[in-house]
Every structure is written in C-alpha cells, then in structure tokens.
C-alpha cells in the first residue's frame, strides 16, 4: 500500500526503472514494511515477509520525492 507521500517517489522510480531497479523494489519493500507496522500497531495478526531486497527506513524516503 503506497501511501500519498510516497507517490512521487514511486512515479519516478517507474521512470527510472531501466536503468535502476533496485530504486523501485525498495520504495514497494519500504511500503510493506510500513503496512506491516501498521498490522503491529493495531495487533492485526500477518504474515511476516521473507523479502531479498534491501530494506530502507521509513524515514529515508523523501517526501514529496
């Protein structure tokens, strides 16, 4: 679930997919972790991911990127 602040971010590295597409699978990876937390918060039983990406911080993402 990709949240507002993040759909600029996404567009872009829609863009840049040829050329990086590392980019692309840490902004999905960032918005599961997100909504995994979110599931946490709220004591919502799921399914831990076992993804091979490597994971940026909630935090690291620009907003309005």
């Known amino acids: ?3 507002d602040d993040m759909k ?7 863009q840049n997919w040829e050329t990086e597409p590392s980019n ?3 902004t999905c990876g960032l918005a599961q972790d ?4 979110m ?5 919502i039983p799921g399914k831990e991911s076992n993804r091979h990406c ?5 935090d690291t993402v620009p907003v309005g990127y």
């Open 54 to 58: 490597t994971r940026m911080k909630a």
């Open 24 to 26: 692309l699978r840490n």
């Open 1 to 3: 679930m990709l949240t």
């Open 34 to 37: 997100r909504f995994q937390q």
């Open 39 to 43: 599931l946490n918060y709220f004591k």
């Open 8 to 14: 600029l971010h996404y567009y872009r590295c829609l």
